[in-house]
């Protein structure tokens, strides 16, 4: 069982220790890459203390120049570098070994929930900072279960070997110098606050400019075309320069409180001098012994310094992952159905169906009943607005009615599992969704991957596609860059049909899947989908009434509701809605 179905939600009222402690719960698998990673410091720590401690050597080799004692402090020597640099790889590249672990991890379970979401996460949150979500707040929490926790086990265990060595030389040196203790955790404690609470904010101003950058940048061409270039360089400078005020408080915050702590650290060491000249505190230590001591002490400065300086990053990771596990422990689509037919047959009935959006107070639907036998097809249209694409949402389970009910062969939408629901259903939209790969893997994509050369070919030259994708350098395999910018929309729009007849659905949705088209495009793509809609349910959405007079059924919606049912022609002559808006259309084309 993974972590993200094991790890539980984290209030933030619960404080960064609990974040912390589920952060590191992600390290658990990789217990003894982190085991060699604590042996490595203690190795380091150990040969820090060893460093001072041979002072007292020096010294004696000083005073008494003898042959053993050049060789045994030369050996002394080695020896210490040696442990040294070997507790220092040792340290340094297990941490990271778990450290990157635990970041391939969590980005998955983030991705993978992400994947699961509902549809209102989505319209909820921009897509420029979940990505800031997945890219930077990620490698902020890398800090915090790398460097960060290679600083601490490495100097907080060199601060404990040189406390424990001064402890045995002179206890009565080392209690004074313990006596600034409760002032510098006083520091750190203000200190970890602060970074925690200005991380947060950062995090929160790199999303936005991942988001505006993205919008700008996907945007380009209307951008450039309107003119909207000062306005976007103004929207990131807002941004850019709210994310530096962050970064510039956490700098001062930092630069603060390193010198204080390095300043009562200074005050404890000087404190420690004038003792040592004072008799009855020196006792019967030697001179050796009292350098070694003095070099401890002072020793000591550096790890309490880069121990303090970690506070930054660790808060930094906290509210990171605080910010990631939120997304994490969003609740995925329910999914309770457990309805699993091979194949349906299109029967789809609306039964009193309403629907409003979260948050709003009036229905987008309300009322809606229909009964569309397998095999027919129904024609959607009404003005903008009118509820016709949030209609068709409601089919895979997009968004989940909010009364009534809709049935497919009888059987209520939540009775089956969201799998087998969304693979009785092809769709088609309006914004067509390509992916910066090859034309058969956009054709063939997802859970068509499997289907062969010839099939994907097959469904190409239904969608009239094969005479320009044979204009090709490469063919099927040209790769057509992101969202098909190398395509125009009406290839676009042709690929994305091709993709909806190869999955062969028994339920086809054509939300104004001809709108991009040009005229001639348009009638040899509409000969295409009178073809594959023969034998399937279709629901077709189309603002141009020409592309849907054949249809088995039309129905005019206005303000949620239907207000019209007919065939094209009874349509027609009742002189209503729909009436309306066909001699608006042919109006406007005349």
């Not at 022609?569 to 009436?579: C, F, I, K, R, S």
Request: with cysteine.
């Amino acid at each position: 069982m993974s972590d993200l179905e094991t790890s539980a939600p984290v209030p933030r009222d619960r404080g960064s220790w609990e974040t912390y402690k589920r952060l590191l719960s992600y390290a658990r698998p990789f217990w003894l890459a982190f085991l060699l990673a604590v042996i490595g410091n203690m190795i380091y720590a150990g040969a820090s203390t060893g460093m001072a401690a041979a002072m007292e050597y020096v010294i004696a080799a000083v005073e008494n120049p003898t042959d053993q004692n050049r060789l045994q402090l030369t050996l002394l020597i080695v020896g210490v570098f040696g442990a040294r640099g070997l507790g220092t790889y040792m340290s340094t590249y297990f941490i990271n070994y778990v450290g990157r672990h635990v970041i391939n991890a969590l980005r998955a379970d983030l991705f993978n929930r992400l994947m699961a979401l509902p549809s209102r996460y989505f319209d909820d949150n921009a897509s420029g900072r979940l990505v800031s979500k997945l890219t930077f707040n990620v490698e902020q929490v890398a800090e915090a279960t790398t460097n960060a926790v290679t600083t601490a086990l490495r100097e907080g265990l060199t601060v404990l070997g040189l406390l424990g060595f001064m402890l045995y030389t002179n206890w009565k040196l080392t209690l004074l110098f313990l006596t600034v203790g409760p002032i510098i955790g006083a520091v750190v404690s203000y200190a970890s606050k602060r970074f925690r609470r200005i991380s947060r904010r950062i995090q929160g101003s790199m999303g936005d400019i991942t988001h505006v950058a993205s919008e700008s940048i996907s945007g380009y061409r209307v951008v450039r075309t309107f003119g909207g270039e000062p306005y976007e360089r103004e929207r990131f400078r807002e941004v850019n320069d709210r994310n530096l005020t962050q970064s510039l408080k956490m700098a001062a915050t930092q630069a603060t409180s390193v010198p204080v702590i390095q300043v009562l650290v200074a005050i404890a060491i000087a404190g420690l001098v004038w003792m040592m000249l004072a008799p009855e505190i020196r006792g019967e230590m030697t001179t050796g012994q009292l350098v070694a001591f003095l070099t401890a002490a002072t020793t000591m400065a550096k790890p309490i310094r880069q121990v303090t300086n970690i506070h930054a990053k660790i808060q930094k990771g906290v509210a990171a992952a605080y910010d990631v596990f939120e997304t994490i422990d969003e609740k995925p689509e329910e999914d309770p159905g457990t309805y699993a037919p091979e194949r349906v047959s299109g029967d789809i009935d609306f039964d009193d169906v309403s629907f409003r959006y979260r948050d709003q107070l009036d229905n987008v639907l309300d009322g809606i009943s229909i009964s569309i036998p397998a095999g027919q097809s129904v024609a959607l249209v009404g003005r903008s607005g009118s509820g016709k694409s949030t209609l068709v949402s409601l089919l895979p389970r997009f968004y989940d009615h909010t009364g009534g009910d809709i049935r497919i062969d009888g059987h209520s939408l939540r009775e089956y599992s969201l799998k087998s629901l969304r693979a009785q259903i092809a769709l088609v939209t309006q914004s067509v969704v390509l992916f910066n790969d090859t034309i058969a893997a956009n054709i063939a994509y997802g859970v068509l991957r499997d289907c062969s050369r010839e099939e994907i070919r097959a469904a190409a030259d239904q969608a009239h596609a094969l005479e320009f994708i044979d204009r090709m350098p490469q063919g099927l395999d040209t790769m057509i860059g992101d969202n098909g910018v190398m395509l125009s929309g009406g290839q676009r729009q042709r690929l994305a049909i091709a993709r909806a007849l190869l999955k062969d659905a028994p339920i086809l949705i054509l939300d104004e899947a001809t709108s991009a088209l040009d005229t001639e495009s348009e009638r040899h793509i509409q000969e295409a989908l009178e073809t594959v809609m023969q034998g399937r349910t279709t629901l077709v959405i189309a603002h141009r009434l020409s592309t849907i007079e054949k249809a088995d059924r039309i129905l005019v919606m206005d303000q949620g509701r239907i207000v019209e049912s007919g065939r094209h022609e009874d349509l027609l002559a009742q002189g209503g809605a729909y009436a309306q808006l066909h001699q608006m259309q042919f109006s406007e084309q005349a």
